[in-house]
Structures are given as C-alpha cells and as structure tokens.
C-alpha cells in the first residue's frame, strides 16, 4: 500500500525529489524476485541491496530482493508505504550525498506469515537465499563454530519444521521442500561477520537438516553451495535527526533512510551453481578464497572497532570519532594494529596492508558519521571470540604480547557487568545479559568478576580459561580499568 503522505517518499513522488538525486535508472515493473534475504536491517540495505540496484540498473532484471524480517516488522512497516523505496545517505566531512535504492520489492515479517516466506525461498526463480542475521542468528557456540542443539529457536524448529522461527529453520524446511519438489537448490550466501562464515553456516545447516533427517543433511551437503564472503561498511544507526536531515535535503520523508559511509568492499568466492549477478561489474571482487581478506577484517576493523567501543563508552564518549579524538586511544589503536593483530595475519601478496590501515583509522575519524559505540558494543558475547580471543590465541601460540588485546577484553568484561565508571546503569544489549547480570551480582574485584565470565564456555572455550598467561594479563588489565579508569589507563599504555 502507498502512502498518501504528500511528501513521502513512493515511486509516485520519484519526480518531486530535489534535482541531483540519484533514482533507479529501470523499470520496477519489470523486476521478478531472484534473492530472498533474510535480515533485512540496515546494513543490507546499505551494502548487498545498494550493489544489487546498480545491478538492476545495467538492465539484469531477474535479481530483485525479497526481503524476510525474521522478527520485528519495523522495517516493512517503513518499507511498505513506500514502494520498498528508500535512501541511502553517504557521510563524510566532504558533505553528505543521496541516492534512492529500488532493488527490494516486498519485504516479509516471517512471524506473521512464515508460510509466505517458505513459499518465496522455494520459487524456482529464487537462487540465491543470503543472510545478514548477525552472529547470534545462527545459533550457534561462537567458541566452537557448531550448532547450539539446545537454543530455544532450534528446539522449536525441530519439533515444528512447517512453522520454522529461526534463519536456520527457514533454509532447511526451504531446502527440504525444493528437493521434494525436485527443484534445484538455492545458493547460500552469509553476508555476516563470522570467520568463514559461509563454512559456519554449511556446519550449522547440515547439522540441524541431519538432526531431522539424516538423508536430508546428506543431500544439502552434497549439493547446497555456501560461498564464503567478507563484507565491509560502516552503518551507524538512523536517529529522527538524520530523517529530517534527509528531508530537508531530498525534499522527500522516508520513514527509515540509511545511513553511511563513502567506503564499501565486499569480497565474494565465485561458487554459485544456480547462477548470480554479474556483480564484479559493479565493485564486487570474486574470488577462489575470502580467508584471508575475512581475517584481516574481522581482526583489523572489527576487533579495533570492538576496542574502542567498549573502552571509549567507558571513557564517556559517545561516538567512534570522539574516541579518536581523545588523548592516547589513537595511538593505542595504532599499536595494537601494527603490534599484536598484524604479525597474527597470513601473507597478503600485493596487499598494501600498511595504507589499509590508515585508511581504517582515518574511517574511524569521520566525524559526520557519528557511530555510537553503544551500538557498536551489542551482542559482544557472540562477536568476541573471531574479533578478539582468536587474535590472542594466535599471540600466544608464537609466545607474543598481547596487552592491548587484552584490554579490549578486560573493556568488554568492565562494560558487560551493567555499570559504567560513573555508577549508572549501561544498557547491555546481547543474548546473554541475563547470565551477566546473574554471574556477576555482588562481585566487585577483577578477580571475582574474571572466574565469573571466564565461565562461560561458549565464549572462551576450553583453553582460555585455563592459560595461566591469559587469565594474568586480561586479569591485571580489568583491575587496572577497574581502578583508573578507561581513559587513564589507555594513555598509559600507549
């Protein structure tokens, strides 16, 4: 349904958008559904779906994105009204730029209609199935990487496969339906930030069909394709005064327009059975294998990004570039980069990983883009292990230092009991708040405090908790951000 909204932003009302304005250059008639996409949040439409346009764009029609919600119907609420239209506003000190993005037909809300979503994973047209469901849609031990049999959303969907909840219950109950039919799989793409994510989630889905067949877990092993890939963008979260901001420059309201930054990457292994879009014609990098650029990133961007959210809140400042700005977490950051994460990373030929990190840090720094680091620091129990422990179990395998690694952690630890250095509460948003908040009641020392998350297995694992060297440096770490501060001790270290 359109909205009558004079202003708002619809395919109708394209032509009263301020002069400049990039719009998409095809007809949206002519698109048919070749991705279903599940996750539809903001960095999708900011990254996979801005890609997917452009595609559209050069005249393949058969790659438009139907977009599933597996919780909230907040963003088809925003969506709907608008003809699936929305706008991506890019930030930078230079001013900010916009473009309407046209590649997402319909969005679905899977707890409203999962039958509706079923029946739109298994049209034969439909050949790639890609996810941006964060690390804790997959239900999975981010420790070990393997399918968490006891989630409450696998249980459900073992029991009940017709009425899936989860991303994993959807792709089997799909996949089973397509092999009955005796269509053709889709391909899986992950879009998230796990290690080798398109070999997680192959682990997790063979697991969970043999669990319900183990015909079923043979036949998706045998044929389902999991090409893995790294992605990159920052997309902070959309405030009502970024909205105004884009109506006021557009001259159309769009209930939810992203969001980001002039940087975009996204590195993609070529294995696609079924077919897909020519997306190297449009920035897309295709390759044999993405480990190593998914290394990189997960442990350069995302674990410095990790760093200075959790010890730049605890500091008192609110965004990424205001930690930048203060006294000695530049040059922390630094540090740890070319310190302890670089000499943990395999040889990247003809990489020029010394201007890659410059051009991290000066992302960092953007001031138009204002990423919270309280966004930043969500759901750190499930982005720990690849963006931080991972690194440190490789400096400790080479007998190396890790005291700005094990900062980070002892940030995370500090920021994750639920009050900041000034005695308020902090909002902890991450699947295990509970067990946080249970564990650490009434434990004041850094010692307490470190048995308590140290076990926690699906986090640290095994190995972790018993490294006499781990348990001493992130431990001193704590007490020392327990005693001075976040701010105090990051200048002291660098």
Not at 335 to 343: H, K, N, Q, V, Y
Not at 389 to 401: D, G, M, S
Not at 432 to 438: G, I, P
Not at 453 to 472: C, E, K, V
Request: overall charge negative; hydrophobic content about 40%.
């Amino acid at each position: 349904m359109t909205s009558h909204e004079p202003n708002r932003l619809t395919q109708a009302s394209l032509h009263n958008l301020a002069t400049g304005i990039a719009r998409p250059q095809y007809d949206r008639n002519e698109v048919s559904t070749g991705i279903v996409h599940l996750g539809i949040g903001a960095f999708h439409r900011a990254h996979q779906a801005v890609y997917t346009d452009s595609i559209l764009a050069g005249g393949d029609h058969s790659w438009g994105i139907l977009g599933v919600s597996l919780r909230s119907a907040d963003t088809r609420d925003a969506l709907a009204p608008q003809d699936g239209l929305y706008i991506v506003a890019t930030r930078d000190g230079g001013g900010d730029s916009f473009r309407v993005i046209g590649s997402i037909g319909k969005v679905l809300v899977a707890p409203e209609d999962p039958e509706a979503v079923l029946a739109a994973m298994t049209d034969p047209d439909v050949r790639i199935v890609s996810l941006t469901v964060t690390e804790k849609g997959y239900c999975y031990s981010p420790a070990s990487a393997s399918l968490d049999e006891s989630h409450p959303d696998i249980v459900h969907d073992l029991a009940n496969p017709a009425v899936p909840r989860s991303a994993i219950g959807f792709i089997v109950e799909a996949l089973a339906r397509r092999r009955a039919d005796g269509t053709a799989p889709f391909t899986l793409l992950s879009c998230d930030n796990l290690p080798s994510n398109g070999e997680t989630l192959k682990r997790v889905v063979i697991r969970f069909a043999e669990l319900r067949d183990p015909g079923l877990g043979e036949f998706i092993g045998a044929n389902v394709a999991f090409p893995s890939t790294m992605v990159d963008r920052i997309v902070p979260a959309t405030t009502d005064a970024d909205r105004d901001a884009v109506t006021n420059s557009t001259g159309l309201r769009d209930a939810w327009p992203i969001m980001t930054e002039p940087f975009t990457q996204w590195v993609v292994e070529d294995h696609f059975p079924s077919g897909r879009p020519a997306w190297e014609k449009v920035g897309v990098t295709f390759v044999d294998n993405v480990d190593v650029f998914e290394l990189m990133k997960l442990r350069l961007l995302n674990g410095s990004h990790s760093t200075l959210a959790y010890l730049g809140y605890l500091a008192g400042h609110e965004t990424v570039s205001d930690v930048m700005k203060a006294e000695g977490f530049s040059t922390f950051i630094e540090a740890m980069m070319d310190e302890e994460i670089t000499p943990t990373l395999p040889p990247l030929p003809g990489f020029d990983l010394e201007a890659y990190k410059a051009e991290l840090r000066q992302r960092f720094r953007n001031p138009a883009l204002r990423h919270r680091t309280w966004q930043i620091a969500m759901d750190g129990s499930q982005k720990l292990p690849q963006r931080l422990l991972n690194t440190i179990r490789k400096r400790l395998e080479a007998k190396q230092p890790f005291d700005r690694l094990a900062l980070g952690v002892a940030g995370w630890m500090r920021y994750a009991t639920g009050v900041d250095e000034n005695g308020d509460a902090i909002d902890v948003r991450d699947p295990l708040a509970s067990v946080f908040k249970e564990r650490t009641a009434g434990k004041a020392s850094a010692s307490e405090l470190l048995d308590a998350y140290l076990g926690l297995q699906q986090i640290f694992g095994d190995d972790l908790p018993n490294d006499d060297q781990f348990r001493s440096v992130v431990g001193m770490a704590l007490e020392q951000l327990l005693r001075e501060g976040a701010a105090r001790v990051v200048v002291a270290r660098t």
